[in-house]
């Protein structure tokens, strides 16, 4: 989906500090040369997102600012209350056979002393 300038994103923008600054790695002279990269910083938050893929500073700025919509709605989601569950019957069984299992085990690690029968 191509990005577009909307209401949203503008009135987004004013919340922002936006930096050009060059970015770094394979691409040659023109890479090196122009400041196409962008790093916008929303200032109520500090949430900080960059955008280095375009070679159009205005494209970068509109990635950018995707970005930060992106993590303030995942900032303000809040998770579903988990309705709590009872355990079945038979797992229960199951718990209370295992653990009837363990008991035994652990009583013949035990040492027979003196005037006790073994188990």
């Known amino acids: 989906m191509a990005l ?6 503008r009135r987004l ?9 060059r970015s770094s790695g394979p691409g040659g002279q023109k890479k ?11 200032r109520p938050t500090g949430l900080v997102r960059i955008a280095t893929e375009s070679r159009s500073q205005s494209a970068n700025k509109l990635r950018a600012l995707d970005r930060i919509r992106q993590a303030l709605e995942e900032r303000a ?14 797992s229960r ?3 209370t056979a295992e653990k009837k299992a363990r008991s035994r085990t652990k009583e013949m690690r035990r040492p027979i002393r003196p005037g006790e029968e073994p188990a």
């Open 77 to 90: 989601r809040r998770p579903k209350k988990r309705i709590r569950t009872r355990p079945t019957t038979a």
């Open 32 to 42: 090196n040369k122009t400041e196409s990269s962008v790093r916008v910083r929303h």
């Open 93 to 95: 069984q199951r718990r």
């Open 13 to 21: 923008l004013e919340e922002c500090d936006v930096t050009p600054f």
């Open 4 to 9: 577009r300038w909307t209401r949203e994103m």
